[in-house]
Every structure is written in C-alpha cells, then in structure tokens.
C-alpha cells in the first residue's frame, strides 16, 4: 500500500456522462498530481494542486476539473465523456510542490466509456 | 518543454542476466531530476531509482543502476541478475522547477520489459 488512495478502482460509464474521480494523498502530502495513461499517449499530466490551490496545469481537456479540498483529498471530474476519454487516470502526491524525490502513485482508476 | 524519449517500445532477457533499458530527454535547464519508475502488471506505478543532474556519480539501487551522461542527456537504466518479477513497464521521467517552485514529472511511453525464465 502507497498510502495513497484512489477510488473507484474501476469505472464504466456511457458517453455523453459525467463521473468524478477521488485521490486522498499519502499523510503528511500537501500535493496531488493528476496523469491520464492511455495506451498511445502514455501517462500525460493533467493538473496540480497544492493545499488547496491549483499549481500547474498539463494537457487538461476544458471537460475536465479537479479540486483540492480542506482535508486535501482531490476529486478530478470528467464531464461529456467520450469513448476517447477511456484511460487509466492516476492521482499521485508529494510532500511540497518540488517533486525532487518523485512521486507516490496512487493505484489508478480504469476508465471505460462505452 | 522537456521531452524524455525512450526507443525501445519491448526488450526482453533471460533471467539472470543483465539489461540496459535506454531513455534520452531534452532540457536547455541545468538543475534537474531524473526517475526509473516501473509499472508491472498490477498497474502499480513503482519508483527504481533516482538521479541528480548536479551529481556526477550514478546512482544505484541493489541491482538497479543508472549511466547518466549529462553532456548527451541520455539516462539508462542497467538491471543485473534479471528475476522473474523484474516483468513490467519502465517509465524514464524528468522534472526541474516549472516555474515558481513547482515541478511535475515528464514521462517517457515506457520499455515493456519481458523476463524470461
């Protein structure tokens, strides 16, 4: 166990639908990161948050949010899904906003749109 | 924008034996990271073994290693004494500052490396 949780482990929806995603990071992490992982793209990084506020943006499409809460867990909600949004989405976290050790992954949410 | 190319899609080795998985990136930054991260079949994302641009000496972990030539901006990871559950994806990644302190991992498409007893 990473410490860090990610739920549902897995998730299928129709297109057209919205789902939300949720990260608690490893005790004592103050950022999230968000990656999607599809099979031609790799792992490509969404957004960032550090306690509370967003930090960094990636490639995050605009039918795409995140947040970060008070208690720092983070939801990442996918609106209007298309069957292209199918992918296994990672939430990871770090102590501060330099990553210069890494991150810890959560163990990602499969996501199928049919 | 920082690139990390890694140009082996599969390698595979027999078990016991050494391999070398390879990954180039581009930076024009002088400060930076570099990470080895495996993902076997759990999905699990696992990192292996980290470096310091700062630092010439490579890094090692038990049967990890790295060659890091800075001057080529190439980063390979060597496996020594191959085991059976060395089988996953290898990810080569990269971060330096963003921008106001902030750094975020750029990944390479992954080696699928097979062990083959």
């Known amino acids: 166990d990473s410490g860090v949780t990610q739920t549902p482990k897995h998730l299928i929806t129709a297109t057209g639908q919205r789902v939300t995603l949720r990260c608690s990071p490893r005790s004592g992490d103050l950022s999230v990161y968000w990656y999607q992982q599809s099979l031609d793209q790799g792992l490509q990084f969404l957004i960032q948050y550090y306690n509370g506020e967003e930090r960094a943006k990636g490639n995050i499409l605009e039918r795409f949010s995140a947040q970060q809460f008070p208690d720092l867990h983070s939801e990442l909600n996918l609106s209007s899904l298309e069957l292209g949004d199918s992918a296994l989405y990672f939430c990871?976290?770090?102590?501060?906003?330099?990553?210069?050790?890494?991150?810890?992954f959560g163990s990602g949410t499969r996501l199928t749109v049919v | 924008a920082q690139t990390v190319t890694q140009s082996q899609p599969e390698m595979s080795v027999q078990e016991a034996e050494t391999v070398t998985l390879s990954c180039t990136y581009d930076t024009s930054e002088n400060n930076y990271y570099l990470f080895w991260y495996k993902q076997p079949p759990s999905r699990q994302m696992i990192l292996v073994i980290r470096q310091e641009a700062y630092k010439q000496q490579n890094a090692t972990e038990n049967r990890f290693s790295v060659n890091f030539q800075k001057a080529a901006k190439s980063f390979s990871l060597k496996i020594s004494d191959s085991q059976l559950g060395d089988t996953a994806m290898y990810f080569c990644?990269?971060?330096?500052?963003?921008?106001?302190?902030?750094?975020?991992?750029?990944f390479g498409k992954g080696t699928k490396l097979s062990v083959i007893p």
């Open positions: 990871a976290s770090s102590p501060n906003t330099q990553a210069i050790y890494g991150y810890t």
């Open positions: 990644a990269f971060t330096s500052d963003s921008g106001a302190g902030s750094y975020q991992l750029t």
